[in-house]
């Protein structure tokens, strides 16, 4: 399955992030507790529809998270419309999802996710950031381009 995917990273002080400025009532954020978890999960599952199957779904959603930290959020008031889903590994910053709802997208919301991912991995000192993409993806392969993502 890995042979489907394109693996791509960038030192944190190279990623290209325009200026773009989100309506007002558009604000990023922490997953605050299990609530704005399991509203992820079901984001996740409006998303990405063809990653997760209804077992695995309700397992996750059975899953007794106690730490939140690296998952983003952006709220239109009090409604998700996209998340940022991240890990630290041997101080390299991943991006595991990154999803915003179709109705919602090219209006600066994975931009201003990523800039909050970004503070992020400032605040624990990690330089480099790597994601995978699927090789079909081609709208998501040309806006990593864009960013600065090379292949790894």
Known sequence: ???????FQILIDQINLPER???????ICNVSGKDDYHKVLDLFLMIFPDEIDSGKARDLRE?????????FLAKLNDEII???????????????YLGV???FRSQGI?????KRFKLYLNEKKV???????????????????YLGFQLF
């Open 1 to 7: 399955m890995d042979e489907d995917y394109n693996q």
């Open 101 to 103: 709802l179709e109705k």
């Open 21 to 27: 400025n989100l309506q007002d009532n558009i604000t």
């Open 82 to 96: 996209g998340f940022l889903a991240s890990g630290i590994y041997n101080q390299v910053g991943y991006i595991t």
């Open 63 to 71: 899953v007794q998270v106690e730490e939140y930290e690296g998952i």
């Open 110 to 114: 994975a931009t201003a996710l990523l």
């Open 127 to 145: 330089q480099k950031i790597r994601c995978k993409i699927s090789k079909d993806n081609k709208k998501t392969l040309g806006y990593v381009h």
